[in-house]
Nanobody, 119 residues
Framework: QVQLVESGGGSVQAGGSLRLSCAAS????????MGWFRQAPGKEREVVAT???????YYAGSVKGRFTISQDNAKNTLYLQMNSLKPEDTGMYYC?????????????WGKGTLVTISS
């Protein structure tokens, strides 16, 4: 049974930083994509950053240069370092894993962690 558990969300002021973590277990993919997605209030879910096995990270334009996705294979944990946070970064952040990158390629999702950025 695949489990994804996010942590690290919280409330910070604009300009601050947060690091999200996603502890993954139970998956058996030999090659896979893991990523972070977010959903702001009243908006559709959008991709934030994804990382395919031994691939180049992908970042949404709105976070490029401010967020960094990384993975610790020994700990089966995915991270999202978020710097220079803006109020528009507010939302529920979800970790996901699947056969290929993209919203429709993800097979399993975590329950999310809430990020609130105040101006």
């Amino acid at each position: 049974q695949v489990q994804l558990v996010e942590s690290g969300g919280g409330s910070v002021q604009a300009g601050g930083s947060l690091r999200l973590s996603c502890a993954a277990s139970g998956y058996t993919y030999s090659s896979y994509c893991m990523g972070w997605f977010r959903q702001a209030p009243g908006k559709e879910r959008e991709v934030v950053a994804t990382l395919y096995t031994k691939g180049i990270p992908y970042y949404a334009g709105s976070v490029k240069g401010r967020f960094t996705i990384s993975q610790d294979n020994a700990k089966n944990t995915l991270y999202l370092q978020m710097n220079s946070l803006k109020p528009e970064d507010t939302g529920m952040y979800y970790c996901a894993i699947g056969r290929y990158c993209g919203d429709d390629g993800m097979d399993y999702w975590g329950k999310g962690t809430l990020v609130t950025i105040s101006s």
